[in-house]
């Protein structure tokens, strides 16, 4: 079985800027991974990804295994193939989006209703696992149980416990050795039961580790001293994933305490009803006062819409409905995000990162 393994190449305090290698392949860290949900990031394409400096596109469990179905993917020679990417590729076990729907739960597995068509399917560990062996991403995660916020300790713990249960169920399933599989940790936000996950999680002897249910309707505050809590008990060779974050002060933070990788849907979410992520923060570009003006979405920004396309094109393209405008600035957006992660690299590697942190934290603290 190849193990994911991560060089570190340089240290400032607890972030780490390292080289993850991988069996088809190796990515740099910090990184952001864009979100491509049913096989493509909304309104981007691979060609796309390959502009934007993608390292990393993810594909959801959930929405593949009910259309196409996870044995087409396969036919196609897996989920990177067949959105016609070369990267890497991670898809993540579903769980997130099963957990949303209310199903029902036991130790084995969990039942529950395609929001499609209303059919009924039963997910385990063993056909969470199967499921993205077919679908052929790099990395694959285990299914895990994300309690709701707030949750009482009795139903955070119970989690934890079925998580545990899971993800050795699923360490003993998984079979393609070209295929990285990940362990997650839960908790929720105790810091005791953060650290008796990740104690739990790491003893399996994972690929990497998922740091999940978090980002889920807390305070930063409050997702913070979790997260450090399960990041003291996993291993420093091994990737370490922050699932679900993409908010630039929660990523920054979340370096600094020595977290490797994220993913986040909230670039192209915002950039599909106006808003763009820019060095001076958010920016609502269907404001009027944008009507004239011929200034980039961010002038420190060298992605192809800001050296190209003024606010003033943008916000008249939202005016008349015209679909270019999302896909405009939902490519800003993840553009954006990867060169924040490739200054947060640099800054660690010439031993900036204090600085860094501080300027991006005095635009995106209160964001």
Known sequence: ?????????????????????????????????????????????????????????????????????????????????????????????????????????????????????????????????????????????????????????????????????WAARARATHQRTDQSLFGIVQGGISETMRRESARQISAMSFDGYGI???????????MLPALAAALAELPTDQPRYLMGVGDPASMIEAIALGVDQFDCVMQTRLGRHGTALTSQGRVNLKRAEFVSSDEAIDTTCSCMVCERHSRGYIRHLFQVGEPTASRLVSYHNVAWTISLMDAARRAILDSTFATFRRRVLDTWAIA
């Open 212 to 222: 999940g249910g978090l980002s889920v309707g807390e305070t930063r505050e409050q």
């Open 1 to 165: 079985m190849f193990k994911a393994s991560t060089t570190i190449s340089a240290t400032d305090g607890s972030a780490r800027a390292g080289i993850v290698s991988l069996a088809r392949g190796t990515y740099t860290t910090p990184t952001f991974m864009p979100v491509g949900t049913r096989g493509a990031i909304k309104y981007l394409s691979a060609e796309d990804y390959e502009r934007l400096g993608a390292q990393i596109v993810l594909g959801n469990t959930y929405h593949l295994m009910l259309r196409p179905g996870a044995r087409t993917v396969a036919d196609f020679g897996g989920v990177g193939r067949f959105a016609g990417w070369q990267g890497l590729t991670l898809t993540d076990s579903g769980g997130f989006q099963v957990f949303s729907l209310a199903p029902d739960v036991d130790d084995d597995g969990v039942t529950f209703t395609s929001t499609y068509d209303g059919s009924k399917h039963r997910f385990t560990p063993e056909s969470a696992v199967e499921t993205q062996e077919l679908l052929g991403a790099d990395i694959q995660m285990a299914l895990d149980v994300c309690p709701p916020l707030p949750s009482s300790d009795e139903v955070v713990g119970e989690a934890l416990r079925r998580t545990a249960l």
